[in-house]
Structures are given as structure tokens and as C-alpha cells.
């Protein structure tokens, strides 16, 4: 897969410009709470609304394609239906706010799940990871206070919220807008370390948020109740809102929205039977909350900003009488942030005004994109350290291994492009740094994904790698990063903060596959804004299923010589079919044509509902491969099955038993215990999983099953991640005709609204002036 060719297309790809278009009929869902990075993906049976969450932490499923699908703009009208999710249901299942439709029994149990869990008080892996992640965005403001030349990566809050209007306005009409609101020109980067700042003390662990009391919850309770909403959301709301939480939503009632699985039609009839006629769409309460919910589900989709058209299209979309109006008051309130974006190069002639796109977006996403931006040019601007790289370079056991040691000396930062033969080059270039004394540490997405790597996650929460020193930063001297693009913009400038001045840093991955399921797209922006060295790989991919996956990454769907059997189509006529031959290969076929056992054969499908989806494939391969009564809730001992212990995380693992403490796991030899309330929303069954939560791993074997409604669900990235996991045998159960080729020729990823790659530019053009 590893050719220029298709370097070149996604490097064209990352570029297209970002803005998202705001489609109610786009019925794809982009999920993950928090963006669980193998994160929620939609089967076409479990669709619901294009603007559900999605799981929430529950269950791993995930998006299809890449994960800015849509944004708050494939949001339906406020008047539409319900289904999956559409209820702000609790663990009981059937209640639903009044005036709001009934909940879709499926999807709306794994949100039920979420809100369990956030009602629960134990700390969990997840929160502790979550914690760890609050810590690291604490310093990262702490750090940019402190230092004495700070790069300005972006764009300031509007002074008058009426100005902003009139530029939104002005860019919409295609007038020259206001410059009042434009903001500075970001600073050069640094070009030499600062002076070391004075040493602070190591980031501590912080505590857990505490749990509600039960005066609290009690208090939410009577107010969910005079609303007609199930009590089952009086701990996540006491939770999500704080001391306080009753008089706020009996002040406010779409305060509901706090809660993940609560939909704005749900929202919007608890209010009524709070409120009464005084609930209408314009109310300026209910306005404000939607503008930030709707900033909330575009990060899920994948999105940093949304641009002001889209925001309130999707306002108007939920029947806000003047959408403009609620996003002037949102501005003005300080509750959203508002940036611009330089579009096209810069004007040539004098006193002509460079076209702009008004952004909008939350501090989070803001925070860490800027972050994000800033330790980049600073890494950039400050690598360093003695060492005979040119010996590394000869040295090197092929060509590309050698050009990438080379531009790593020379360079901060670097990114290298390949497929999955082209990940030991950077390997290579690990071992050959380390060879030169100099401290290395190589970074994947997900345990395995290299024999010598710790994991991001692990990385950031101090439990791999080669921990921080008083100032927080890692000790380390290069820092290589397998799955570059699974990192989204929080994880990333975290990740980036940690690596101090003089170390260099090098992100690696195949620009093919499908992006990270939390907001941003990292490695596609800095690719797209061409301020560092790019090494695209010429390691090719071998064999059949090399050429195979190769020619997905370029949009064409070839017939391969596979002597071998190394590429099998099994073609089928429905789901019940697709479900029979996927078991038949999974527990006979290729364990006895190739001496694969069961174990060594992952079954990979679109999504988790449907009558060929996760579920039902799991159900029956269980029936199969471990039948069981699922004493352990559902779970039996020898179960494959899915750990998902924070969003972003989804991990193979085995069930070794269970007690009062909970599940018992076996992941990679390390045994774990999910405690009993988290199972649910933690653990799922493994032998069947989406391509989400697939990346970053590999298996001997692999079966991929489309059944006909997965039809609109593919696309070049999914089909791409999906074949691409199999090292020798792939076996494709094909039931969607005509739109796998199509989808893999046509349906690109769509694209994300975001900043990274126009703060990048800016902070190079401004370091280039200031040279000059």
C-alpha cells in the first residue's frame, strides 16, 4: 500500500478544505463519548438520528468512515423522529421524558449504560485516565503561562458580539468583513531552547470528582419527576451538573441535555411539563444550552470548530425562530469562542482584504488545538543533540530507513507515510538512535502494536514508558509514534506537551486508514500543512493482499492472483447466509485450509446491530466456538471479548472468570478485573468487532462480512482498515453487489471541521517573516 501514489492522494485528501455541510438526510453515525477511538460506528439497522452520540462509553462500537461525519449540521429537524438513543431512558429501559417518543430499545440500553456508569462513584480505569488527561491540560496552560516568548497560535474571543454578526454576515454575502475582529498574526516559533524554567513539582493524581450526595439526587429526583422523566437520571444529572443541580433544572430544564443519552425532542417535552406554554424553541435558556450541545456533538463527529453557517443551520434545524440571534447571544455570554481562518494564499495586491471563514468552537477543542500547534513549532524549532547520524543512516537495512534516520537529524519533527510492512522502518530508525546512546521511545495506538512499544494511552498516564521528570516532561530524546493517525487533538497535544525542548518527534502511520474517533485529525493536518519534513515509505506491502489493500488506498477495487488462496469472495444472498458461511470459516474452513486456529481469525464487520452485525455474529460464534449459559453476566469462561476501559481504548481480551470484585480478564497475560456495574458498559463480546476498533492490530486471519444493508455504511477508508488487518488469509463475505467497488471508488472520508493545519501554516509564514 506504501506507494507514492497513494501518499499523494491522501496528502490531496488531507487538504480539501474542511467545512462541513450540513445534510439531515446523512444517516451516518459518528459517536464515541468522548470519542471512543474504536469508537461507536452505526450499522445501518441501528441507525438512528445522524446526530446521535452514539454509545457514550458503553459499548466500543463505532463511526463509519472517518469520524467528522456530518457535524451538527447532519442533525434532523427538531420534529423528528425518535429511535435508537432518542429518550433520555433509564437502565429500566422503557420510560421517556414527556412529549418525547419512545426510546429504540437497543441503542438507548447502551446509552442507559453510560448513564449508569456516570452515575456509579467507584473510580474506574477510565476516570483515573480521564484525570490523568485533566492534569496534562492543566500544565499545558500552565506551561504556555511561563514561558517568555509565547506563540500566539490563534484567534482571541470578538470584542462586540454584533461586529462578529456583521462579519459572519459579511462572509456569507461574500463582502469584505470587518477586520475588527481579525485577530494578530501568530509569533515565529522558537528557534533555540528557551532557558529551563524553574523546576515544579510532578503532576499529581487527581482525585475523582465526588459523588452526588443524596440530598442532591434526591432534590434532582422531585424535579425529574413534576417533569415526567424517569428517576433512573437523577444520579447522572446531581452528577453532570453539580452542587446545585435542582434548582438549576428546574430553572433551566434543558440543563437535561448534560446527560449523554438525552436527546434535545426529549429535553424539549420535559421542559413543557415543567415550563408549560413558556417552553417555546426560541427560549433564550434553551437556545443557549443547544448552541453548546451542538458544538458538544460535533467534537464526537470528529470536529474542533464548526464554521457560524453550518451552527445555525443545525440551530434552525431544531426550530430555534433565529438562529443568528441565539449564536450572537452565545458569543456575547463568552460560552463559545469565535476564531477565523484565512482562506486561500495571501492577498498580492495592496489594501485587498484576505478571505476568511468565521469558526466557532469550545475551550477544550480550542485549548488543546492551539496547544497542539504551539509544541509543534516549538519542537520544530529547538531539537538538538550530538550523535554520528550519518553512521545510523548508512547503516540502515534498506533505503527509505536510511532517508528517514536522515531527515531526523536534521529535523524536530518528522512524519513518515506507509502501510504495514513500512512500520518497521521507523522501528529500524528507534533502534538506531538508541544505538547512538540517545534515549527512544516508540508509541502505538493499541497493545501489540509493536513488540518494543508502550501504548499512548499508557504513555500519557505515566503506566508505560519512560515516565516524567519534576517538570512533567518525558525523558526521552526521540519519541516515534506508530498510528499516528488515531490520535485525536487532546490526546496529541497532551502527548506533544510531555516532549521536552530538544527532543525530536516522529509520526507515523498510513494516512489510509480510518481516522481517530476523537475530535481533530492530527497526522492528516500536519500533513496537509507541509511544514515538516514528509518520508512516504517505498516498502510495498507483499503479496496478494498487499496489492490488494494497496489498490483500495488509491480507489480501485483490483482482482488479485491469489494461488494461495491468500484472498477468498464468499458471495451470499442475506444476513442469515452471511452469519452461517462467517461461523463456517471461522470454526472449519480456515482453520483447515490454512491451520489457523479459531483463535487466530477476527471477524470484522460495519456495525453492531442488524441481523449481520457484531451482536449476532457474536452470538453465534459463541454458540459455536464457547457455548455457555453467560453465567457472569452474559459472559462465560473463555470468552473472547472486547475491553473498552476508557473511550479510545478497545481491547482484545479473554474471560478468565468472575466474583463479587467483578469480571476477570486475561489481556496479553496481565489480568484485570472489571468491576460488576461496568461490565456492562466496559466488555463486550470479541470475536466479531467493527474496523474501529480494529486498527492498529493485525490477525493471521481475517473474515470481513458486508451484508446487503451495510451497503451504505462503506466507504474507500472503511474497506481500506478493514481488508488490511489480515497478514495471510482474508475471506470477504459479499453481499452488497455493486457498492463495495463503488464505495471504494467513490465514498471518501468525510471531511472534519478543524484549525490545526491553518495554525501550523501561520506559525511557519510568521517564522519565516521574522527571519527575513
Known amino acids: 500500500m506504501s506507494t507514492d501514489r497513494q501518499a499523494d492522494t491522501a496528502t490531496a485528501a488531507a487538504e480539501e478544505p474542511a467545512g462541513v455541510q450540513a445534510d439531515p438526510a446523512d444517516a451516518e453515525d459518528r459517536a464515541g463519548t468522548q470519542a471512543d477511538s474504536n469508537g461507536p460506528e452505526a450499522d445501518p439497522a441501528d441507525a438512528e438520528d445522524p446526530a446521535d452520540a452514539g454509545e457514550h462509553g458503553t459499548e466500543p462500537a463505532e463511526p463509519h468512515g472517518e469520524a467528522g461525519e456530518g457535524g451538527p449540521g447532519a442533525e434532523p429537524p427538531a420534529s423528528g423522529g425518535g429511535g435508537a438513543g432518542e429518550g433520555p431512558a433509564g437502565p429500566e429501559g422503557g420510560a421517556q421524558a414527556a412529549g418525547a417518543e419512545e426510546a429504540g430499545a437497543e441503542e438507548a440500553g447502551a446509552e442507559e449504560a453510560g448513564a449508569e456508569e456516570a452515575a456509579s462513584g467507584g473510580l474506574s480505569e477510565a476516570q483515573a485516565e480521564l484525570a490523568a488527561q485533566r492534569i496534562e491540560r492543566e500544565r499545558i496552560a500552565r506551561r504556555k503561562a511561563e514561558r517568555d516568548q509565547p506563540v500566539e497560535a490563534g484567534?482571541?474571543?470578538?470584542?462586540?458580539?454584533?461586529?462578529?454578526?456583521?462579519?459572519?454576515?459579511?462572509?456569507?454575502?461574500?463582502?469584505?468583513?470587518?477586520?475588527?475582529?481579525?485577530?494578530?498574526?501568530?509569533?515565529?516559533?522558537?528557534?533555540?531552547?528557551?532557558?529551563?524554567?524553574?523546576?515544579?513539582?510532578?503532576?499529581?493524581?487527581?482525585?475523582?470528582?465526588?459523588?452526588?450526595?443524596?440530598?442532591?439526587?434526591?432534590?434532582?429526583?422531585?424535579?425529574?419527576?413534576?417533569?415526567?422523566?424517569?428517576?433512573?437520571?437523577?444520579?447522572?444529572?446531581?452528577?453532570?451538573?453539580?452542587?446545585?443541580?435542582?434548582?438549576?433544572?428546574?430553572?433551566?430544564?434543558?440543563?437535561?441535555?448534560?446527560?449523554?443519552?438525552?436527546?434535545?425532542?426529549?429535553?424539549?417535552?420535559?421542559?413543557?411539563?415543567?415550563l408549560g406554554a413558556g417552553a417555546g424553541p426560541g427560549d433564550e435558556r434553551r437556545t443557549a444550552v443547544l448552541v453548546g450541545w451542538l458544538l458538544d456533538q460535533a467534537g464526537l463527529k470528529g470536529h474542533?470548530?464548526?464554521?457560524?453557517?453550518?451552527?445555525?443551520?443545525?440551530?434552525?434545524?431544531?426550530?430555534?425562530?433565529?438562529?443568528?440571534?441565539?449564536?450572537?447571544?452565545?458569543?456575547?455570554?463568552?460560552?463559545?469562542?469565535?476564531?477565523?481562518?484565512?482562506?486561500?494564499?495571501?492577498?498580492?495586491?495592496?489594501?485587498?482584504?484576505?478571505?476568511?471563514?468565521?469558526?466557532?468552537?469550545?475551550?477544550?477543542?480550542?485549548?488543546?488545538?492551539?496547544?497542539?500547534?504551539?509544541?509543534?513549532?516549538?519542537?520544530?524549532?529547538?531539537?538538538?543533540?550530538?550523535?554520528?547520524?550519518?553512521?545510523?543512516?548508512?547503516?540502515?537495512?534498506?533505503?527509505?530507513?536510511?532517508?528517514?534516520?536522515?531527515?531526523?537529524?536534521?529535523?524536530?519533527?518528522?512524519?513518515?507515510?506507509?502501510?504495514e510492512a513500512a512500520r518497521a522502518e521507523p522501528l529500524a530508525l528507534a533502534a538506531?538512535?538508541?544505538?547512538?546512546?540517545?534515549?527512544?521511545?516508540?508509541?502505538?495506538?493499541?497493545?501489540?502494536?509493536?513488540?518494543?512499544?508502550?501504548?499512548?494511552?499508557?504513555?500519557?498516564?505515566?503506566?508505560?514508558?519512560?515516565?516524567?521528570?519534576?517538570?512533567?516532561?518525558?525523558?526521552?530524546?526521540?519519541?516515534?509514534?506508530?498510528?499516528?493517525?488515531?490520535?485525536?487533538?487532546?490526546?496529541?497535544?497532551?502527548?506533544?506537551?510531555?516532549?521536552?525542548?530538544?527532543?525530536?518527534?516522529?509520526?507515523?502511520?498510513?494516512?489510509?486508514?480510518?481516522?481517530?474517533?476523537?475530535?481533530?485529525?492530527?497526522?492528516?493536518?500536519?500533513?496537509?500543512?507541509?511544514?515538516?519534513?514528509q518520508l512516504v515509505s517505498r516498502t510495498p506491502d507483499p503479496g496478494p493482499l498487499g496489492e490488494l489493500v494497496s489498490g483500495v488506498g488509491i480507489g480501485e477495487l483490483n482482482q488479485v492472483d491469489a494461488p494461495g488462496k491468500e484472498v477468498v469472495i464468499v458471495p451470499v444472498q442475506d444476513a442469515g447466509e452471511a452469519v452461517h458461511r462467517a461461523v463456517q470459516l471461522v470454526a472449519?474452513?480456515?482453520?483447515?485450509?490454512?491451520?489457523?486456529?479459531?483463535?487466530?481469525?477476527?471477524?470484522?464487520?460495519?456495525?453492531?446491530?442488524?441481523?449481520?452485525?457484531?451482536?449476532?455474529?457474536?452470538?453465534?460464534?459463541?454458540?459455536?466456538?464457547?457455548?455457555?449459559?453467560?453465567?457472569?453476566?452474559?459472559?462465560?469462561?473463555?470468552?473472547?471479548?472486547?475491553?473498552?476501559?476508557?473511550?479510545?481504548?478497545?481491547?482484545?481480551?479473554?474471560?478468565?472468570?468472575?466474583?463479587?470484585?467483578?469480571?476477570?480478564?486475561?489481556?496479553?497475560?496481565?489480568?484485570?478485573?472489571?468491576?460488576?456495574?461496568?461490565?456492562?458498559?466496559?466488555?463486550?463480546?470479541?470475536?466479531?468487532?467493527?474496523?474501529?476498533?480494529?486498527?492498529?492490530?493485525?490477525?493471521?486471519?481475517?473474515?470481513?462480512?458486508?451484508?446487503?444493508d451495510a451497503a451504505p455504511a462503506l466507504s474507500r477508508d472503511w474497506v481500506y482498515t478493514a481488508f488490511g488487518r489480515a497478514e495471510r488469509h482474508l475471506s470477504v463475505v459479499h453481499g452488497v453487489d455493486q457498492a463495495l467497488p463503488r464505495a471504494v471508488a467513490e465514498v471518501l472520508p468525510k471531511p472534519r471541521t478543524t484549525r490545526l493545519a491553518g495554525l501550523l501554516k501561520a506559525l511557519a509564514a510568521a517564522g519565516e517573516q521574522q527571519e527575513q
Open 304 to 419: 474542533t470548530a464548526l464554521e457560524a453557517p453550518v451552527l445555525e443551520k443545525a440551530l434552525a434545524q431544531y426550530g430555534v425562530p433565529d438562529p443568528a440571534g441565539a449564536l450572537e447571544q452565545a458569543i456575547a455570554e463568552a460560552s463559545v469562542l469565535v476564531f477565523h481562518e484565512p482562506l486561500g494564499p495571501p492577498p498580492v495586491e495592496e489594501g485587498e482584504e484576505q478571505p476568511v471563514r468565521i469558526l466557532v468552537g469550545l475551550e477544550g477543542a480550542a485549548m488543546a488545538e492551539e496547544s497542539l500547534a504551539d509544541g509543534l513549532a516549538r519542537l520544530s524549532g529547538t531539537f538538538g543533540g550530538p550523535a554520528d547520524w550519518e553512521q545510523a543512516a548508512a547503516a540502515a537495512p534498506d533505503r527509505s530507513t536510511g532517508e528517514l534516520i536522515r531527515a531526523v537529524a536534521g529535523h524536530g519533527l518528522v512524519t513518515h507515510t506507509g502501510g
Open 432 to 533: 538506531a538512535v538508541g544505538g547512538l546512546g540517545l534515549r527512544v521511545c516508540v508509541a502505538a495506538h493499541s497493545e501489540g502494536g509493536s513488540a518494543d512499544a508502550v501504548t499512548v494511552a499508557g504513555l500519557l498516564s505515566g503506566q508505560e514508558g519512560p515516565g516524567r521528570d519534576a517538570d512533567g516532561q518525558f525523558a526521552l530524546d526521540l519519541l516515534v509514534v506508530l498510528d499516528a493517525p488515531q490520535l485525536d487533538v487532546e490526546s496529541a497535544a497532551a502527548l506533544v506537551e510531555g516532549v521536552p525542548d530538544g527532543a525530536r518527534l516522529v509520526l507515523s502511520g498510513d494516512p489510509g486508514v480510518l481516522g481517530s474517533a476523537g475530535a481533530g485529525r492530527v497526522f492528516a493536518d500536519v500533513l496537509a500543512a507541509r511544514t515538516c519534513p
Open 588 to 708: 472449519e474452513s480456515v482453520p483447515r485450509a490454512f491451520g489457523i486456529p479459531a483463535d487466530g481469525v477476527q471477524v470484522i464487520t460495519p456495525g453492531h446491530g442488524g441481523s449481520a452485525g457484531t451482536r449476532a455474529l457474536n452470538t453465534a460464534l459463541k454458540e459455536r466456538l464457547n457455548p455457555g449459559p453467560g453465567q457472569f453476566g452474559g459472559f462465560d469462561p473463555g470468552d473472547r471479548v472486547v475491553h473498552v476501559p476508557s473511550p479510545g481504548r478497545a481491547l482484545p481480551a479473554r474471560v478468565v472468570s468472575a466474583d463479587a470484585q467483578g469480571l476477570h480478564l486475561d489481556r496479553a497475560g496481565a489480568r484485570i478485573v472489571v468491576p460488576k456495574d461496568l461490565v456492562e458498559s466496559q466488555v463486550r463480546h470479541g470475536w466479531a468487532m467493527t474496523a474501529h476498533q480494529a486498527v492498529g492490530a493485525r490477525w493471521p486471519a481475517v473474515v470481513v462480512v458486508l451484508p446487503g
Open 155 to 274: 484567534a482571541k474571543l470578538s470584542g462586540k458580539a454584533a461586529d462578529l454578526l456583521a462579519a459572519v454576515r459579511a462572509v456569507e454575502s461574500g463582502a469584505k468583513p470587518s477586520a475588527v475582529y481579525f485577530d494578530e498574526a501568530p509569533a515565529a516559533p522558537r528557534k533555540a531552547a528557551p532557558a529551563p524554567p524553574a523546576p515544579r513539582p510532578a503532576a499529581q493524581p487527581q482525585a475523582p470528582a465526588p459523588a452526588p450526595s443524596a440530598d442532591a439526587v434526591d432534590g434532582v429526583r422531585a424535579v425529574l419527576a413534576r417533569g415526567g422523566a424517569p428517576e433512573s437520571l437523577a444520579g447522572p444529572v446531581a452528577a453532570a451538573l453539580g452542587d446545585g443541580a435542582a434548582e438549576e433544572l428546574a430553572e433551566n430544564p434543558w440543563r437535561l441535555l448534560a446527560v449523554p443519552a438525552v436527546r434535545p425532542t426529549q429535553a424539549d417535552g420535559f421542559a413543557r411539563a415543567l
